[in-house]
């Protein structure tokens, strides 16, 4: 069970626009930013979203994050099949005192 | 090129020690804290530890807490892990990550991973 929830799966036509959310509390979305990372299987995650709404440099500007309170969100815009991928959220949970991840959305682009 | 390299992933028996390496370059090493991530088979992503970037300050996940214990080399520019008392429950690909300052906790820099089977 993930500290962060997030659904297991989302799925979306080329061209569309899809969201997924990611569920926390107070000690971590709540008072924290949120991460989002990007795998594809069988490689490393990489960062897509830092600090709850900022894009890393050669993230393309289709990815989006925002927060509001204990609950944050990844936009995909003008979905593409190459990201078909795994997302997950992440965030630094103040009560833990460790990172937390959501337990992962798997993105089919149909 | 900015760059991490994990090493040290076997396959160990129940109970046995194993040690990670993560080599860092292209980038201030020493300013950077630094995070072991693992992903077991078929699983999601689950944080382990981290060291911050002068190893003044290190936790870990409740999982591991009291087995496995990270330390970096800053003149090495090398994280470590070391991970005592295996479990098969460690069965995992172990990635290393670098989170900058100011960063948020934000893994900005990814090792491509080493696998860890713990397995009698």
């Known amino acids: 069970q993930s500290v962060l929830t997030q659904p297991p799966s989302a799925s979306g036509t080329p061209g569309q626009r899809v969201t997924i959310s990611c569920s926390g509390s107070s000690s971590n979305i709540g008072s924290q930013t949120v991460n989002w990372y990007q795998q594809f299987p069988g490689t490393a995650p990489q960062l897509l979203i830092s600090l709850s709404n900022h894009r890393p440099s050669g993230v393309p500007d289709r990815f989006s994050g925002s927060k509001s309170g204990t609950s944050a969100s990844l936009a995909i815009s003008g979905l593409q099949s190459e990201d078909e991928a795994d997302y997950y959220c992440a965030a630094w949970d103040v009560s833990l005192n460790v990172v937390v991840f959501g337990g992962g959305t798997k993105l089919t682009v149909l | 090129q900015v760059q991490l390299v994990e090493s040290g992933g076997d396959v160990v028996q129940p109970g046995r020690s ?103």
């Open chain 2, 18 to 120: 194993l040690r990670l390496s993560c080599a860092a370059s292209g980038f201030t090493f020493s300013s950077y804290a630094m995070h072991w991530v693992r992903q077991a088979p078929g699983k999601g992503l689950e944080w382990v530890s981290f060291l911050w970037y002068d190893g003044s300050h290190e936790t870990y996940s409740d999982s591991v807490k009291g087995r496995f214990t990270i330390s970096r080399d800053n003149f090495k520019n090398t994280v470590y892990l070391q991970m005592n008392s295996l479990r098969a429950e460690d069965t995992a690909v172990y990635f290393c990550a670098g989170d900058p300052p100011s960063s948020g906790f934000a893994f900005h820099i990814w090792g491509q991973g080493t696998r860890v089977t713990v397995s009698s």
